[in-house]
Structure formats: C-alpha cells, structure tokens
C-alpha cells in the first residue's frame, strides 16, 4: 500500500532557530500534500494544501512567513518552521493524496516539535 | 460548508464488549465519509471509508461502519473490542479538496 515518511518523529530546537519537516510519499507520487497541526487530545487542524510545483494554499490564520511550505518534487514536501517559538510547539502530521482520481489519502508517522 | 461532528469525546468500554463510536455529517452534495485511527504520538491509519455502493463497509481491525444518509450519520462499530483498540478516533468528510475532520473520540478499553 501507499506509505508516507515523515522526518523526523521529534525533534527539539531552541527559540529563534529554523526547523524542517520532511514528507515524502515512498511509492507513489503525490501531487498534492497535506500539513496539519495537532494540538494535545484535538482534532488534527489543517494549516495548508501543496501543489507539486506551485505555491501552497495556506488556510485562514496560519501565517505563511513562519510556515514555510515548499513542494518541489512529486515525492517529496517540506514544512520550516521559521524563527519558532514556544507557542509553535506541537504535532505536526503530513498527508498525501495517493490517487489523483479517487480519494485516498495517507498520512506520516507525525512529528513532534519542542521549542525551548 | 462541510462539516462533521463527533458525539462523544471520550468512550470507555470493557474488554470484548461491543462499541459504537458516533459521527455525524453535514452536506448537500455527494459524500464520502472516512474513519482513521491514531495511536499515540502516531498518524492516522485509515480503518475504513464509503465512497458509493453498498451502505455497511467493513474495514480493517473488526471494525465496520454504516452510512446513513437520511440521518447523515456514519457510525463506526465492533462487536467485541480488545485493549489494543485504545486509541484516538477520527471520522472524516471529504470537503472541497480536502478532508474536514471531527473533533475525534477517546475509545478507553478497560480490562
């Protein structure tokens, strides 16, 4: 079946410091990916849509400077979070569409960021 | 808009009892509707989802669902749950391009 790895599962950085969050779809190509957030016991919060090639699609509130989102090939997305803060401190989970024709999606293992 | 809602945030049940875990949609348009679970610190697996045909869809683990339409309803169940059931549910609609999720249930398997 579809499988979606994400990288890394944790990762700890210090306030101010960059970090990025792989995505890659191992034996499939994905056109389009999924980030969302996830906060301690709720529901998983979409924060934006990549388009392999093209410019995110980012939802209402989530700021596109501190989440930099690029999409450069068809197996792979990257999420940085920029200059991150305590507060950006979460679970991160990628997606993606593993059939452009039906509605198949398959998610990363997650990742969670502590900012200190 | 789409959107989808979970009755219970929390169910806990003993071991081999039956569960049903409940989720309601709302839509004017085709529907299909998806559940996931998440173990901790995990992503989502798919359990199951109904795109068309038949009305009971059975997925993986035990667990099937109904789709109702005139209730807008796609609860999940199984008959006998075990302790490696507890986990985080989630149930799903696709929306315009994207999945719109519930706010997720707690299943708590009690020995």
């Known amino acids: 079946g579809a499988v979606v790895s994400q990288h890394p599962s944790w990762v700890i950085c210090k306030s101010g410091t960059s970090v990025k969050i792989e995505c890659r779809s191992l034996?499939?190509?994905?056109?389009?990916m999924f980030w969302y957030r996830q906060f301690p016991k709720q529901s998983l919060m979409l924060m934006a849509t990549s388009n392999e090639g093209s410019k995110a699609t980012y939802e209402q509130g989530v700021e596109k400077d501190k989440f930099l989102i690029n999409h450069a090939s068809l197996t792979l997305s990257t999420l940085t979070v920029t200059s991150a803060h305590p507060e950006d401190s979460s679970f991160y989970i990628c997606s993606a569409r593993d059939n452009p024709i039906g509605y198949g999606y398959t998610f990363g293992s997650g990742t969670r960021l502590t900012v200190v | 808009a789409q959107s989808v809602t979970q009755l219970d945030s929390q169910v806990p049940v003993f071991e081999e009892a039956p569960v049903e875990l409940r989720c309601n949609y709302s839509s004017s348009v085709s529907v299909y509707l998806f559940w996931y679970v998440q173990y901790p610190n995990q992503g989502l697996q798919l359990l199951l989802k109904?795109?068309?045909?038949?009305?009971l869809v059975k997925g993986i683990n035990g667990f099937e669902a109904e789709f109702n339409k005139s209730q807008t309803s796609f609860h999940l169940r199984k008959p006998s749950v075990h302790i490696s059931d507890t986990a985080e549910y989630f149930c799903a609609a696709q929306g315009a391009q994207k999945l719109v999720f519930g706010q997720g249930t707690r299943l708590t398997i009690n020995p």
């Open positions: 109904y795109l068309s045909g038949s009305t």
């Open positions: 034996d499939f190509q994905a056109t389009t």
